[in-house]
């Protein structure tokens, strides 16, 4: 809640009031005698909003018709007393501070006359000239409120700001808030004391004392990834003869798709996305069935999503809530994607022109984001958040990338945060290269490994310089050449295939 001064005495000239005079406070409404005249439809708004900050507040309502809902809300908060009765200047006695909710305009003014004469201030709802002080819009994390006031101009926009700020501040700062205050009670002495030790205890969050894996969680995610592989390959080396050969003679395919995971891994390190689309057009190209390409673009995508998710996780960006929502049902989309996929590799030749029409969509939207072709915004939040998933972990699978593409924009379009739905998309990403890597893995063995292991060592080489590149090369350059090739590419397959129809 905000208070401004009451408005001068009508003998007093009036002054026009430049800027917003308006001084925030925060009123312990437990603490007074609140008085609301009227229980209609504005009634109950005003009397929601005062519960709902105070549900301790001492309410009188003086109304002549009382609605089923104020009755309901007065039900459920015994302290609130109705008087069923015509306002008069006596309800003012013992009250401290006042809200009109008719919709009698006469009935207000007289209300705010005979209340400044008893020197108390007054609310009169939907009437700011009327107001002694605005209700702000009020954005609650537990113990933290944040007030907002546009000096009564537009509420559209108070409550605009008040969605954003909901959104962009998580839950979890009520925890942080707790935590500060119980450290607020240990500290002892007079001011200089306590700052001294506060800044002792949190010195430590500047310069923390890290555990042994904190200072080399680089080097024992490398060590877990080199042994992981090294893993996989003695397995494949006892019981897929197949992987034996492509040891002793490799292929030369293995280079091809060493050098493409690289550059490819650059390229998405620079512009943040692009790998699973270019990885797709190339591996088609490269006369790999559908299958297998999108089996080897996962297995190659699980350690660096990994990492991404985890980076994501420690700062603090994911939605847990929206999470939870989605990860299921993209783990069941996703799963279902790679095991159809699989089933139809013997279909190759008909799957490959539907997967590179797909690819030739993907290239369409990385030119539109190369040159910043603005879409139509979503005017609401996109609510089917499981659904969303679903499709967007089974094309994934079964086209070989467009989790992002997908997912990712369509929470920004539908008015999420971009920064918690970035992290969420990530994190949920590495479950769904993991699943989907362990059907495909499981429907196809050692099929084209001289592609997958390509592509791992590749986008492993790649991984710790990428960063870097994206400070040096020009992102929108890269975007308008990859969306150009990959739309080449996959414009051929298509076109390769009609040939063979005719």
């Known amino acids: 809640m905000q208070v401004s001064p009451k408005q001068p005495d009508s003998d007093i000239p009036y002054v026009e009031e430049q800027g917003n005079q308006l001084f925030p406070v925060f009123i312990k409404l437990n603490k007074l005698r609140t008085l609301l005249i009227g229980a209609g439809n504005i009634g109950l708004e005003k009397l929601t909003a005062i519960v709902n900050n105070s549900n301790q507040a001492k309410i009188t309502i003086v109304a002549e018709a009382v609605s089923a809902e104020v009755h309901a809300l007065v ?64 954005v609650q994390k537990g113990d933290l409120k944040i007030a907002i006031s546009t000096n009564g101009k537009s509420p559209t926009i108070a409550k605009r700001l008040k969605q954003i700020l909901n959104e962009g501040i998580p839950a979890e700062l009520d925890e942080t808030l707790q935590n500060m205050n119980a450290l607020r009670q240990t500290l002892n002495g007079d001011f200089s004391a306590k700052v001294k030790k506060l800044n002792k205890v949190t010195q430590s969050l500047i310069n923390p004392q890290k555990s042994f894996a904190e200072r080399n969680i680089k080097w024992l995610i490398w060590l877990a990834a080199v042994l992981l592989i090294g893993a996989i390959g003695f397995s494949l080396w006892n019981t897929e003869p197949e992987f034996q050969t492509f040891l002793i003679n490799i292929d030369p395919l293995f280079y091809w798709f060493l050098g493409a995971g690289f550059v490819f891994a650059l390229i998405d390190g620079a512009i943040g996305m692009s790998y699973g689309v270019t990885t797709a057009s190339f591996s088609l190209a490269m006369g790999l069935p559908p299958a297998s390409a999108s089996m080897a673009i996962h297995i190659s995508e699980v350690m660096s999503n ?12 994911v939605n847990w809530k929206l999470f939870k929502i ?177």
């Open 75 to 138: 039900s459920a908060n015994p302290q609130i007393k109705v008087k069923q009765k015509s306002f008069d200047v006596f309800d003012l006695e013992e009250i401290d501070i006042v809200f009109a909710a008719t919709n009698n305009n006469i009935l207000n003014e007289e209300i705010r006359k005979v209340t400044h004469e008893k020197g108390l201030l007054i609310n009169v709802a939907d009437k700011p000239d009327l107001c002694d002080f605005y209700l702000g819009s009020i």
């Open 306 to 317: 990994g990492i991404a998710g985890w980076m994501h996780y420690r700062m603090g960006n």
């Open 326 to 502: 989605l990860i299921l049902p993209a783990i069941l989309g996703a799963v279902l994607g790679a095991y159809i996929l699989s089933s139809l590799e013997h279909y190759s030749a008909y799957v490959k022109p539907v997967v590179a029409v797909y690819t030739l969509f993907l290239g369409g939207v990385i030119l539109t984001k190369a040159f910043n072709i603005k879409r139509k915004k979503a005017e609401q939040k996109i609510k089917k958040i499981g659904l969303l998933g679903f499709v967007g972990g089974f094309i994934d699978a079964a086209f070989g990338g467009g989790w992002g593409s997908i997912v990712l924009s369509s929470l920004i379009a539908g008015g999420r945060h971009p920064l918690f739905s970035l992290g969420t998309v990530k994190i949920s990403r590495f479950f769904i290269a993991t699943l989907s890597s362990l059907t495909f893995f499981t429907m196809l063995g050692g099929k084209h490994w001289e592609a997958v292991l390509g592509l791992i060592i590749g986008s492993a080489i790649a991984s710790p310089i990428a960063a870097r590149v994206s400070n040096k090369i020009s992102a929108k350059t890269i975007m308008v050449a990859v969306g150009i090739i990959v739309m080449l590419v996959s414009l051929r397959s298509v076109v390769l295939f009609i040939l063979k129809l005719i």
